[in-house]
């Protein structure tokens, strides 16, 4: 055994794809050579929200040389029941949303696919459409349990009473529309059938998920269903599960029998694959006049569509977050004529600590107290402390005059804000097998998936350490359903999760004594764990400028500092905290599904009109870290990064307009108009 | 029609329709090239056409015919290995598009009658129909920063 | 897409079968035709025709050849030196990929960026005759102000036109009919009735230039929008100024992104000649220019925002 002088984890190894990447090398679900006959899928979408669909009816002018086939429920194969209904595709004449899939043309080229697509008659008996959420409705109701099983309301003390009793009260509603994870891949797959086995090339965040799914639905023994993903371009959530490109394209690809490819248009993600729900918020804080909190009630409204109930867990942070005697969240949902929201990265976490951190801004200004000062009162984590004290400091917060409205150069009106940010810190069962190749060299399998977390390279750097061997002599595969089980990645908890058995299967061989593989499964020790209440912690600073002439914002430093366990590979990590920073910053200020309630969806529907934020809008974006490690709950002391950047991000930004311009937005995204007749 | 793709000349039949992008992903199999929107909104398509960066995707191929165009397969630019040095991308789906726009771009300002100063807001507005969703913007423009430099 | 058959123009005064279209850059065809808004059968590519150059006119002015490209425009020298309102207004728009091949012919006549436009499974008066315009009640946010009707209310999306527009740009225009010229204004109709009628041009008009007056003031183009960069504006003016001794001897404003049509502000310009070359008289001139303004429910910040861009600009340039 060969001892190495460095540890490999804690360094910025580069990625080990990288070069695939920076050359094109790297294929991503649509782009594998499949054979000569590979067909191309277009998926009809529903022109309205709510009704049924009677008929389809083709012209057979219409690309009749090229057009394979035309599925819709009255002809397509019959699915088995899943768990998802929006996976039960073609099955149904109901139509639950705008933009539902209703039917799939399957073509020899793509051009004939999209044009005959375009080219169906859909006869459907319309019904009125319900698609406008309010705090207002009578038809609210609690959920059961939030996403992923927590209860849906908590109470302790006596809420009310404590927040009439207090001396200093903030009482708010806050708002935030539907979001679109809009990764840069849209979703994709190529299916074919290789004899009685299904083969989907998938651009997805979990290969044995999928793979499972699939197998349901098409009534197939777990293994015969082989999913591979090797590269995705992004998902954020939206990819987290099976999405009904999967199983359109399986079944095109059976009916035609030939490898059938269907990448959605742009467009059509912002309906097929979820999204992150509108929510209402209300905060009540209550606080005695030196700042301690006596109160917190915070109660959020969602939606989730006809089909099925998500419920995002919104107010979920604040039931941790400060300490107070009196603490009551809860949810409601209303079911609308939409499509069923989903993750989007920190689902709940993201909108909740929107609502609660803009109001701590606006208790800290009521107490006139530092905004900084009022959290540190009431944290419940040293950890939290430590990030707003040192953040504090590097950001140069120190000399801040308090008062809004005061810092002006030229036309712009400049401000400072601050936000906490925590996520929890998840740890999944997964299964890892380590094998000592004949050249020496290590390989190391998982079903991961590298979404551009950096997964592959961090894996690789684990088991190097846990191998006690170079990084360089370890191959990591992953992104295969047939490779050993893995979680999903999703909830930060990928590299937790995946690493955990990674180092199991790499110590088990490296101990075998002179066998050459072995393997590691880390149910058990994971189910022993208790994991209640551990979390990564941050802060969040913004500075941002306002023109008084115009209304713009621009954001000229965001900055973050984490305490997020031990930083596994600091190149990759710092890309995963300021990637969840900039689409904090969209979500501050420029994303939104903008619904028409006439026509019953978001109008919005591309990215020239969904705004995400561009180069130009990044000035300045840093992320550090404290060196919090061995608070971690697994091998390797790490808890995820990939969410915790967008979680109080935004409202920094947010509270950064107030203190800039004397404005306070409480409908986010902050967009110039709603600036503009204040200035 | 003919196309020059990376310096090989290809003879194609095609529907009129297919576009650029299509051609080069569909037809001859040169996937670097990506589609992020369709529609000119993302830049994931960017390729050098006749060396200036286009949307690949908004361009149809029946109008190329005897055009040369060069895709990230055919680039080796140091621009690239900049990229790894800053980790320029996460997915590295908005990457091609990325490198074949930010080399486009520095052969812009070089080429221009009156050379801009490449600042780094100067390369952030330049760069800024290239959409990078998982955020890889500053290191992206420290890449290029280093590049314009030389 | 529908399927059509391709051609290239050979001159000028090829003219157009019936069904047909000129494809330019294609930045703006191409993409409505992916979208089912467009449907032409016949294209008919003008890009191989020799209009991709800019020469200097013998009064001083600029003949901009309809092919040339949105970046090659931007960068000319004379351009920069002499009318920088236009080249800002160009590198304010789309990106550095869509200038490389949108043209300037192209750009005066892509069609909206009205979110119910852009898809063909909307309804939508401009697209669809008489099938109603959804966006008055619905999402209108970024639809006009100025010019619009009970039919339409779309905006006319360029930047450069705006530019142009103040800067006293004529169109220079051939077809199988002859060759003729006209005020860039007069290019655009204005909904009415007949919103998707939006261009005075007989089918087979091709335009091939577009010339540009000498002796400008001085000029400037500012443009607001919802991110810092590749995105539509909300708001913009295009100013062009000359002040002497205090006073404003010319003017020449256009509003980008308020109506259907780049918009010259004749009231305003009027209510500014001979006027000092204060903040006071600058918003007085937007507010003349505004007074006409028909808001709806989302899209009245705009009327402050255009009052703000006027004083503002002009203040700039003065
Ligand atoms: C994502 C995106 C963002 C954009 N952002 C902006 C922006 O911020 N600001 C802005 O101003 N623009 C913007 N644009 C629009 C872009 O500027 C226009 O699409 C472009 O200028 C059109 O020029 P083209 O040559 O590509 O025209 P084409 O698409 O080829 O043609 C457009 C129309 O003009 C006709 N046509 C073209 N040339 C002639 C001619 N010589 N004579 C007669 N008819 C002709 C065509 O038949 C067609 O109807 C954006 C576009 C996209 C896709
Ligand atoms: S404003 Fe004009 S373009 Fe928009 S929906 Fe109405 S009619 Fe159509
Ligand atoms: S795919 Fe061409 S710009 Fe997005
Ligand atoms: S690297 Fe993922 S979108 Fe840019």
């Known amino acids: 055994m060969t001892a190495t002088s460095e540890r490999a984890v804690g360094q910025p190894l580069r990625r080990i794809e990288g070069p695939d990447k920076v050359t094109g090398a790297a294929r991503y679900a649509a782009e594998y050579q499949v054979g000569d006959d590979l067909a191309y899928g277009w998926v009809a979408q529903s022109p309205v929200a709510g009704g049924t669909l009677t008929g389809v009816t083709v012209d057979p002018l219409v690309e009749a040389d090229d057009v394979l086939a035309v599925l819709w429920h009255g002809n397509a194969p019959r699915l088995a029941e899943g768990d998802d209904p929006e996976l039960a595709v073609l099955q149904s004449d109901r139509i639950s949303y705008r933009g539902q899939a209703l039917a799939l043309v399957v073509a020899r080229t793509l051009e004939a696919a999209r044009a005959a697509a375009a080219s169906l008659q859909l006869s459907i008996d319309p019904s009125p459409a319900d698609t406008v959420l309010s705090f207002a409705r009578d038809d609210l109701y609690t959920p059961e349990k939030v996403n992923p099983d927590f209860p849906s309301e908590t109470s302790t003390g006596d809420v009310s009473a404590a927040f009439d009793a207090a001396p200093v009260r903030v009482d708010v509603t806050y708002s935030t529309p539907a979001l679109h994870n809009s990764p840069m891949e849209p979703h994709a797959t190529t299916a074919l059938w290789e004899g009685d086995e299904l083969v989907l090339y998938d651009s997805n965040q979990h290969p044995p998920g999928v793979a499972a799914t699939l197998a349901t639905l098409f009534e197939l023994p777990p293994e015969r269903v082989h999913v591979i993903t090797e590269h995705v371009g992004g998902g954020f959530g939206s990819k987290g599960t099976a999405r009904p490109n999967a199983v359109l394209a399986a079944m095109a690809a059976r009916v035609t029998g030939r490898p059938v490819r269907l990448a959605l248009p742009r467009q059509a993600l912002f309906s097929m694959v979820g999204h992150r729900t509108p929510t209402i918020q209300q905060l009540r804080l209550g606080a005695t006049p030196d700042g301690k909190l006596t109160a917190i009630d915070h109660l959020a409204v969602a939606h989730t569509s006809r089909l099925f109930e998500f419920a995002e867990q919104t107010a979920v942070t604040t039931r941790h977050l400060y300490e107070a005697p009196a603490v009551r969240t809860g949810h409601r949902l209303a079911r609308l004529d939409m499509p069923t929201p989903r993750w989007m990265r920190a689902p709940g976490e993201a909108p909740g600590m929107v609502g609660l951190e803009c109001a701590m801004d606006e208790l800290a200004i009521a107490l006139s107290l530092d905004p900084i000062e009022l959290r540190v009162r009431n944290a419940s984590s040293s950890l939290l402390t430590d990030c707003l004290r040192h953040g504090a400091d590097r950001f140069g917060w120190h000399d801040r005059d308090p008062r809004p409205r005061q810092r002006r150069d030229g036309d712009w009106w400049i401000g400072t804000g601050v936000a906490s940010a925590t996520y929890p810190a998840m740890v999944q069962p997964s299964t890892a097998r380590a094998r000592r190749l004949s050249t020496g060299d290590y390989e190391v399998s998982i079903a991961a998936a590298d979404l551009g977390t950096g997964a592959r390279t961090v894996l690789t750097q684990i088991a190097a350490d846990a191998l006690d061997v170079p990084h360089d002599r370890v191959r990591v595969r992953i992104g295969d359903s047939t490779l050993p089980f893995a979680s999903v990645a999703g909830g930060s908890s990928g590299t937790a999760s995946w690493g955990w058995a990674v180092t199991g299967a790499c110590r088990a061989l490296r101990d075998s004594g002179g066998s050459d593989e072995a393997t590691f499964d880390s149910s058990d020790l994971v189910e022993q764990l208790n994991q209640e209440g551990k979390h990564a912690y941050g802060a969040h600073f913004a500075e941002v400028r306002v023109d008084a002439v115009t209304g713009e914002v621009r954001v000229t430093r965001l900055y973050g500092l984490y305490a997020a366990g031990r930083i596994l590979n600091p190149r990759t990590a710092r890309s995963q905290f300021i990637g969840g920073m900039t689409m904090g910053m969209g979500m501050a200020l420029h994303e939104e599904g903008v619904l028409d309630p006439n026509v019953g969806t978001w109008v919005n529907h591309d990215l020239a009109e969904y705004h995400v934020p561009t180069h130009a809008d990044i000035e300045s974006i840093t992320a550090e870290w404290l060196d919090d490690a061995g608070e971690g709950q697994n091998p390797m002391g790490s808890k995820g990064i990939g969410e915790i950047g967008i979680v109080g991000s935004p409202a920094a930004i947010v509270n950064a307009v107030w203190h800039a311009t004397g404005v306070r937005v409480r409908d986010l995204p902050v967009r110039l108009d709603k600036l503009l007749p204040h200035l | ?150 | 897409m529908k399927t059509f058959t391709y051609r290239t123009a050979t001159a000028l005064d090829d003219g157009l079968e019936p069904g047909a279209t000129f494809l330019a850059g294609g930045t703006n065809l191409v993409d409505l035709m992916k979208l089912g808004v467009a449907t032409p059968e016949v294209l008919v590519d003008v890009t191989k025709l020799p209009l991709d150059e800019v020469t200097d006119l013998p009064d001083g002015g600029l003949r901009i050849g309809a092919g040339v490209r949105n970046s090659d425009l931007a960068a000319h020298p004379r351009v920069r030196r002499d009318y920088p309102v236009l080249s800002q207004a160009v590198l304010a728009g789309a990106s550095g990929q869509l200038r490389n091949m949108a043209t300037t012919g192209g750009n005066l006549l892509q069609r909206t960026r009205c979110r119910y436009f852009m898809d063909a499974t909307m309804p939508c008066n401009k697209h669809s005759p008489g099938s109603g315009c959804p966006a008055r009640s619905g999402d209108h946010r970024n639809l006009a102000i100025l010019g619009g009707s009970s039919s339409c209310i779309a905006t006319h999306p360029s930047d450069m036109a705006v530019a142009l527009t103040a800067l006293d740009a004529v169109v220079q225009v051939s077809g199988p009919a002859g060759a003729r010229s006209f005020p860039l204004g007069d290019l655009y109709l204005l909904p009415g009735e007949t919103p998707h009628r939006e261009f005075t041009l007989e089918h087979g008009e091709l335009i091939t230039a577009v010339d540009l007056p000498g002796g400008s003031g001085s000029s400037a183009y500012r443009k607001v929008r919802d991110r810092a960069s590749y995105a539509f504006a909300v708001g913009s003016v295009a100013a062009v100024l000359t002040v002497a001794e205090g006073t404003v001897t010319d003017v020449r404003l256009a509003f980008g992104a308020v109506a259907p049509k780049p918009w010259r502000a004749h009231a305003a310009e009027e209510a500014l000649r001979g006027r000092p070359a204060t903040r006071e008289s600058f918003l007085a001139a937007a507010d003349a220019e505004l007074a006409a303004a028909e808001p709806l429910r989302d899209n009245a910040f705009k009327i402050t925002l255009i009052r703000n861009l006027v004083a503002s600009v002009l203040e700039g340039l003065s």
């Open chain 2, 1 to 150: 029609m003919d196309l020059v793709v990376n310096g090989d000349r290809h003879t194609l039949e095609m529907d009129p329709r297919t576009t650029l992008l299509d051609a080069l992903r569909e037809h001859l199999g040169l996937t670097g090239a990506k589609k992020g929107c369709d529609h000119g909104q993302c830049g994931a398509c960017t390729v050098l056409l006749e060396g200036r960066r286009v949307n690949s995707c908004l361009i149809l191929a029946v109008t190329l015919d005897g055009a040369s165009v060069t895709t990230v397969e055919g680039l080796a630019h140091p621009v690239q290995e900049k990229f790894l040095e800053h980790d320029g991308f996460q997915c590295g789906y908005c990457t091609p598009g990325q490198i074949c726009s930010s080399v486009g771009m520095l052969d812009e300002a070089l080429s221009d009658d009156d050379p801009p100063e490449l600042s780094d807001a100067e390369i952030r507005e330049r760069m800024s129909g290239n959409l990078c969703r998982c955020g890889a913007y500053p290191n992206i423009v420290r890449a290029i920063r280093e590049v314009a430099a030389r």
